[in-house]
């Protein structure tokens, strides 16, 4: 029974993939403008996915990457893991690496 489900099921599927291939056949110009309009949309979206992926995605290139460092804090009182910095807490920190010639400061954005 099974057998014959899936028999019927392939030769409605050819006799409907004929009907496709003979009404395509009568209107190329159709077909030519299908093909070319999804050439042109892979092809945009591929080219854009690279300028996307070259502009935003590759890893940022940090010269003296040996030299960056990670500073965090926690506050275990408020249940904080990473607190943030006052403003005088950044620029005592500033002040203690005198060796770096530039200093940032930055924070996590949370996108929940």
């Excluded at 460092?69 to 920190?93: K, R």
């Amino acid at each position: 029974m099974l057998e014959s489900q899936v028999e019927g099921c392939a030769m409605a599927f050819l006799r409907d993939f004929r009907i496709a291939y003979n009404s395509l056949k009568r209107t190329p110009g159709l077909v030519f403008t299908v093909i070319v309009t999804l050439a042109l949309g892979i092809g945009a979206n591929a080219a854009i996915f690279t300028l996307v992926r070259w502009v935003l995605l590759r890893p940022l290139v940090n010269r003296g990457e040996n030299r960056l460092i990670y500073i965090q804090q926690s506050a275990m009182g408020l249940g904080e893991q990473d607190a943030t910095f006052s403003v005088p807490e950044i620029q005592d920190l500033k002040a203690a690496l005198t060796p770096s010639r530039n200093s940032a400061t930055s924070r996590p954005l949370d996108l929940r």
